[in-house]
Nanobody, 123 residues
Framework: QVQLVESGGGLVQPGDSLRLTCAGSGRTFSRTHMAWFRQAPGKEREFVVV????????YYADSVKGRFTISRDSTKNTLYLQMNNLRPEDTAVYYC????????????????WGQGTQVTVSS
């Protein structure tokens, strides 16, 4: 059974940094496309960053480009999202996703999801 568990969210001030962690189990995620999405209250789930298996392709949303960095530790089956210079508009529940059917920014193509971790950026 595939499981994704996010952690690392919290309440921070504008300009602060956070690192989100997604711990995977049930399969080897180094050979799996993975992604981070987020959903703010009253809004649709949107992609933040997607990475293909093998890390050959990485795409960031324009809103986070230059501030967020995705990485993975295959030895730990773990995906990370380093978020720097956080802004109030980054406030959302952040979800880790995995899949091998497709690779893209549409949430519908991703097979596996974590439960989410709340990130709140406020002064």
């Amino acid at each position: 059974q595939v499981q994704l568990v996010e952690s690392g969210g919290g309440l921070v001030q504008p300009g602060d940094s956070l690192r989100l962690t997604c711990a995977g189990s049930g399969r080897t995620f180094s050979r799996t496309h993975m992604a981070w999405f987020r959903q703010a209250p009253g809004k649709e789930r949107e992609f933040v960053v997607v990475v293909s298996w093998g890390d050959s392709n990485i795409y960031y949303a324009d809103s986070v480009k230059g501030r967020f960095t995705i990485s993975r530790d295959s030895t730990k089956n773990t995906l990370y999202l380093q978020m720097n210079n956080l802004r109030p508009e980054d406030t959302a529940v952040y979800y880790c996703a995995a899949g091998d059917i497709g690779f893209g920014v549409d949430p519908k193509i991703w097979q596996y999801w974590g439960q989410g971790t709340q990130v709140t950026v406020s002064s």
